[in-house]
């Protein structure tokens, strides 16, 4: 007989996911997952200046920052035939770089790491003997024994007082831990370095948008100017200052990151085979190097792979009706044509009638609709999206750049290629494109510089800027690989203003619910299989839904359509 267990929230970073998994002699036989908070950011935007949408949709996230404007901009300068000058793509391309470089840092270290180190047993470690295992795999400078002896004393003071501050709330002694005491030492001490590094890398942020998070855009290009002896421009002082934040977040992820992910996943290769899912990878491609219209010229390129058949990589285009559409057979709204039709985002509606439980409640009623995520499918396939997918796609269709890193992680660990269908392998492929986009920052940033060196220091097209040249009725559809996975915004402009808007964002592909036909999404399904050695402690269950680095932010939002104030922050003396 099966037992319901339920982990709410199961985010570390931000919450409203909750998963609930039927165990049966020790492993996940079924597995349910459900987003917790109403998304209405769509509703907002109704009758707004689609040249304003960016800054809106940016703050649907601060975590993955920039990536739901640069989508914006781009699917409105679709809609309006704007092609954006080469300084302004490329200064967009290092934006998302310096993103990738730090949203998975962050990522490995301080929403997944945890779930492979074990932080009290580094207690145990040796600080010499962790010393001479760093340095065999490092020439990181900071790795001395007094260095680490230094970790294990700031620790020790959290322990003894009882409270373990970031550490808290951890399975720590977990039987599922397997790492030795000092690689948990050299995996705590980069911990707390990679939350000072982090600091630095969103300055390139700053610098090119103004500040960070959220960092400005312009549907046309870029909102930054380029005067190498302007003060108040991006002059050659802000210019040599990111590319040195770029050469250090390159060294950080190459004898840091990139060391300790090899380090830790050579003791849980069982994890190879564990947490695959569904076999169905989609990415729509990015990093374009000859204009957003141009496929063939993206640094990732777009495709999808299904069955785990890698000889075989399928076109994608979103544009077609039959090819993205968006189901609400469980998922608490409402569709005007029935429940249990498909919309393409250009036709798609974003309406709620939610008769589910009200919190709190011990568990869903999973057998009527249980979340407020829709389910998007891609050719009526459900579809993983993200890290994995981009490195499989890239792997899949030859580009030499992911062949050589994907073989040669392969080969360190002595593992199958099969490997990489998995929680493993999930966790892999972000520090494997991690380490490729720190490459490709640079390489954005001499092609701007050399640009600059021409002369061409243009980086808005104001073309078609003026409301009043556009079409009484247009569409344009945006895409970006944002660090989560495959993401788009579809608008419809009427009379120079928003007459619909849609997003279709990365966990909702992942964290979706079933659809109709009762396939599961990819957290469901990749759950299901998975040991569970504790049912009061689901470790197992987190390692597998943290490999996917879930962000709920993305899929849900809260709106009160009355304009009523939700919540309301007081800041000291206002």
Partial sequence: MSKRIVVDPITRIEGHLRIEADIENGKIKDAFSSGTMVRLLEEILKGRDPRDAWAFVGRVCGVCTSTHSLASVRCVEDALGINVPANAELVRNIM???????????????????????????????????????????????????????????????????????????????????????VNLIGLAHYLEALEWQKEIVKVHAIFGGKNPHPNYLVGGMACSIGIDDVSGINAERLAEVEQLLKQGKEFIEQVYIPDLMAIASFYKDWGAIGGGLGNYLVYGDLPTNGIKDAKGYKFPAGAILNKDVSKVYEVDLRKDEEVQEY????????????????????????????????????????????????????????????????????????????EVVDKALKDLNVPITALFSTLGRTAARGLECQLTAQWSLEFFDQLIANIKKGD?????????????????SHGVGHAEAPRGALAHWINIEDQKIANYQLVVPTTWNASPRDGKGQLSAYESSLVGTPVANEQQPLE????????????????HLYDEDGKTISRISVVGE
């Fill in 96 to 182: 998302f770089c310096a993103l990738y470089m730090h949203d998975h840092v962050v990522h490995f270290y301080h929403l997944h790491a945890m779930d492979w180190v074990d932080v009290v047993n580094a207690l145990q470690a040796d600080p010499k003997k962790t010393s001479e295992l760093a340095q065999s795999i490092s020439k990181w400078p900071k790795s001395s024994p007094g260095y680490f002896s230094d970790v294990q004393t700031r620790i020790k003071k959290f322990v003894a007082s009882g409270q373990l501050g970031i550490f808290a709330n951890g399975y720590w002694g977990h039987p599922a831990y397997k790492l030795p005491a000092e």
């Fill in 328 to 403: 609400i057979t469980n998922s608490w709204y409402e569709y005007k044509g029935g429940n249990d039709v498909g919309l393409h985002p250009w036709k798609g509606e974003t309406n709620i009638k939610y008769s589910g439980p009200k919190p709190p409640f011990q568990n869903l009623n999973t057998n009527e609709k249980y979340s407020y995520l829709k389910t998007p499918r891609w050719k009526g396939h459900a579809m993983e999206v993200g890290p994995l997918s981009r490195m499989l796609v890239g792997y899949a269709s030859g580009k030499p750049e992911f062949k």
């Fill in 457 to 473: 220091v243009k980086m808005a097209e104001m073309t078609n800027f003026d409301p009043s040249t556009w079409a009484k009725i």
């Fill in 541 to 556: 269950i987190l390692r597998t839904i943290h490999s996917f680095d879930p962000c709920m932010a993305c899929s849900v």
